[in-house]
């Protein structure tokens, strides 16, 4: 029983529910108390020992079902045709199997296992076997199944513990004996079914105990594949990981504003108010730390020489305007437009469509977008703003527009450049970078979601 | 709560019943009777104490009382507002015939107004009084050193229990037969008050650097309740049992409501219920709680109202919904919502 809950308790794991050791111990004294048997009560207990927010709980349930349904399969489908098989042949059957199960445990050398599988498969009890594959499976280890490749190997395991060897053996001497004999045509049937239901038992083990592992690879894997190379089919998984990362953010920093808000006592400018009451500290004054609102103007380019990444640079902004309260959120090709509040009205797939359709797919023109954001936006800048760049730098030959950000680089508290592209492919064609990075207080490579966290890090710690 | 008499009699036999329940479930460890028939009989007998109050519990609700006391755990409860996370502290506190303690969080709550401060006012006094009494004792004592000597002999006079003055914690640890502490809204307190009490719930004990530990005399059941305005840490997550209490489904609400306004005729009330759930469904800025139908039901009943109809629920629908917005956005829909309430 203990075993049983352990293992659940390794699904629970697997399933990214984070159950720590003394919660295991909790959940065994709540089964102690509440038992196996009614499964509704079980469910409900083990919830709320186990599953502690909204997310786990939804897991917790699915698990569950999964695990414990597939703990109490009803007898497998080999029985009912062994009630059939059985009734035409009974009585010679019967005496075969006993002879023959003798002979295999000797043979075999497997005593002390119980009956022999020849035997096993030949009766009418469906649950005599499911019982010995229970047991193959526990000795075998198979809630140690991590990977889909391992499949093969551990059927093969299990039928080597049931002492698949011996029943072919058995099978070969009587097809030698005598090719049509109705016992081996049976036996080899049942033989069949056999692989087939731990088969099954495998695939449930797997998706119990390894569904999970696979998203979790490539969810590592996506967050340092270099933006470009991103599919769009996993535009889920990409937004799910910036939101993740973003929520981490915010609770990292909201802490660190609730702590400076606190103030302490301003001796100087206390004793100079209290003069008027004799100098007896009466009325006492705060040090106030300035919370300093962070604003944020982010510029993204969509234009066709950044397509591939446009995605994924509107749904780092997207994030950003998440994580950071007053972000004003602007997109340029060939014109330059705010798209703030499509941002902050609309969910994340629609307002990066929107975007990519009114602004998208023009020929940059870094000269004349920069123009325009000083005309839209540059009363707002001002020593607070962060004014922050997605863009490739790349303008087709014309205008940089290097002279209108370096006055809003005179403005604002500072200026920073992400660009998509690496390192190495910067000032080649028609790159400006050059010219335009000497007018930022930092230039980074942007080109995965590493990247992405360090940097937003970096931003919400500085601009707070 | 109105059958008072009657209500607190079987209250009482609920009490006793599942005391006995509880106090069978330690004694035969080694019986090796079903426990699970145990566990069954006293969720259910919570239910019904629960009940007999006012309080209509879903099995999760009760199975989380029961555990608590088995096990002797906190309980954080989270939902939505308005779902009954207070009142289900309240109700255990009437069904356990304790005392209810409550510690309101809010921001910047901090040690002194939670578990305990001294009695500055008392120790000042006790200081005149002493300073006469000094020159008595010190009479006899030769040099600064004998008299310091003399001193010593004496316990630490000013940080004793005699002047501690308690506060919600440690009225909880100090209370004689238990009680039931309700910590609500944790999520509106510091993380380092949230670190704070983590000594308290895991092992019912406070340590106060002047005195020492102390222990409960008798484990209070706890019950922590959050918004979820943000998340709580996982070390004070580790240590409760959770509770998700989610808007009821439509029989359960009915229940409540018939429990709550018992003199709502009962067709009146399947409507509002239906109206109300229908409601949840949209998209809201603020979604209708338990609460507020409770308190619909109570305006519908001053009304007189006999049916549901559009104009009845324009005129009241500020009971429910508790922003501009949501009126004015819902106003569209309410003769859709209504009718389909008025068909069941």
């Known amino acids: 029983m203990t075993q049983a809950l352990a293992n659940f308790i390794k699904a629970l794991r697997a399933a990214d529910v984070r159950v720590s050791t003394a919660e295991s111990i909790d959940a ?101 076997l499911q019982q010995r594959i229970a047991m193959a499976a526990r000795n075998v280890q198979l809630q140690n199944i991590r990977l889909f490749t391992q499949r093969g190997m551990y059927i093969r395991r299990i039928l080597e513990q049931l002492d698949i060897d011996a029943l072919d053996d058995t099978l070969i001497a009587l097809s030698r004996a005598d090719e049509d004999d109705p016992r081996a045509l049976r036996l080899r049937e049942r033989k069949a079914q056999l692989i087939e239901t731990i088969a099954e038992q495998v695939d449930r083990e797997l998706l119990l105990y390894a569904a999970n592992a696979g998203q979790r690879l490539r969810e590592e894997v996506l967050q340092r594949t270099p933006l470009a ?23 990292l920093h909201a802490r660190r504003r609730h702590v400076a808000r606190r103030g302490r006592l301003d001796v100087r400018h206390t004793i100079r108010r209290n003069i008027e009451y004799d100098g007896l500290m009466f009325d006492t004054v705060w040090k106030r730390v300035r919370v300093d609102r962070p604003k944020v103007v982010a510029v993204c380019d969509v234009s066709g020489s950044v397509a591939q990444v446009a995605r994924f640079l509107l749904l780092f902004l997207y994030s950003v305007s998440e994580v950071i309260p007053k972000v004003r959120s602007f997109a340029f090709s060939n014109y330059l437009g705010e798209v703030t509040e499509l941002f902050e009205t609309r969910p994340v797939e629609d307002a990066i469509a929107a975007t990519l359709h009114d602004w998208g797919m023009g020929a940059t023109d870094y000269g004349g977008a920069l123009a325009e954001l000083e005309r839209l936006a540059g009363e707002d800048i001002d020593h607070r703003t962060t004014v922050l760049i997605l863009g490739d730098a790349r303008s087709n030959y014309s205008d940089p527009g290097d002279r209108a950000l370096r006055r809003i680089h005179a403005r604002a508290r500072r200026v920073l450049w992400l660009n998509p592209e690496p390192r190495a492919l910067w000032d080649s064609g028609d790159s400006e970078m050059r010219k335009l990075g000497t007018c930022c207080d930092r230039v980074e490579p942007c080109r995965s979601i590493v990247h992405l966290e360090r940097i937003i890090s970096e931003i919400a710690r500085t601009a707070v | ?82 779902v009954g996370k207070t009142e289900l502290a309240k109700a255990c506190a009437t069904l356990f015939d304790k005392p209810l303690i ?28 002493l300073k006469e009494k000094l020159g008595d004792l010190m009479a006899g004592a030769h040099g600064l050193k004998e008299s310091i000597a003399r001193l010593h002999e004496f316990d630490d006079t000013f940080f004793n229990e005699e002047f501690l003055e308690p506060r919600p914690l440690l009225k909880a640890l100090w209370a004689e037969h238990g009680a ?62 959770h509770l998700y209490i989610p808007f009821p489904d439509s029989p359960l609400e009915q229940r409540i409501i018939e429990s709550r306004v018992p003199e709502l005729e009962a067709h009146l009330r399947t409507q509002l219920v239906a ?63 209504t009718r389909a309430a008025a068909k069941r």
């Open chain 1, 28 to 128: 065994a004294a709540a089964v102690d108390r509440v038992g196996f048997d009614e499964r509704g009560l079980l469910k409900l207990a083990l919830g709320q020992v186990l599953a502690k927010n909204v997310d786990d709980k939804a897991r917790f349930d699915a698990c569950f079902e999964a695990y414990f349904s597939s703990a109490q399969t009803p007898a497998p489908p080999a029985a009912s045709t062994d009630n059939d098989a059985g009734a035409a042949a009974d009585p010679a059957a019967e005496a075969d199997a006993a002879d023959g199960g003798a002979a295999a445990a000797g043979a075999g050398g497997n005593g002390g296992s119980g009956e022999a599988l020849e035997s096993l498969l030949e009766s009418t009890d469906g649950s005599a």
């Open chain 1, 229 to 251: 190379r991103i599919e769009m089919r996993d535009f889920k998984t990409m937004h799910e990981l910036v939101r993740r990362l973003a929520k981490r953010l915010i609770a």
């Open chain 2, 1 to 82: 709560m109105l059958r008072s008499g009657q209500g607190s009699c079987l209250l009482r036999a609920a009490h006793r019943y599942f005391e006995v329940s509880n106090l069978t479930d330690k004694g035969s460890a080694d019986l090796n009777a079903a426990p699970q028939s145990r566990a069954r009989s006293a969720i259910t007998a919570i239910q019904k104490g629960f009940a007999d109050s006012g309080y209509i519990a879903s099995d999760a609700i009760a199975t989380v009382v029961y555990l608590a006391q088995a096990l002797s755990k906190p309980v954080l409860v989270e939902g939505p507002p308005g």
């Open chain 2, 102 to 129: 409550r510690l309101q969080c809010y921001e910047g709550l901090d040690e002194a107004r939670a578990l305990y401060e001294w009695k500055y006012g008392k120790q000042l006094l006790y200081t005149q009084v």
């Open chain 2, 180 to 241: 039931v502490l309700l910590i609500d809204e944790i999520d509106k307190s510091d993380q380092e008050f949230e670190a704070f009490l983590l000594e308290l719930l895991s092992d019912y004990q406070i340590s106060i650097p002047e005195i020492g530990t102390v222990r409960a005399k008798h484990p209070p059941l706890v019950v922590l309740t959050s918004n979820n305005t943000r998340e709580i840490g996982d070390a004070l997550k580790r240590r409760c049992l």
């Open chain 2, 275 to 337: 109206f109300v759930q229908g409601l949840r469904a949209l998209d809201l800025k603020k979604v209708p709680a338990v609460s507020e139908t409770i308190d619909w039901a109570r305006t519908l009943l001053l009304l007189h109202a006999q049916e549901l109809d559009a104009q009845l629920v324009r005129s009241t629908l500020n009971v429910l919904l508790k922003f501009q917005d949501d009126i004015e956005n819902v106003d569209a829909e309410i003769p859709a919502l």
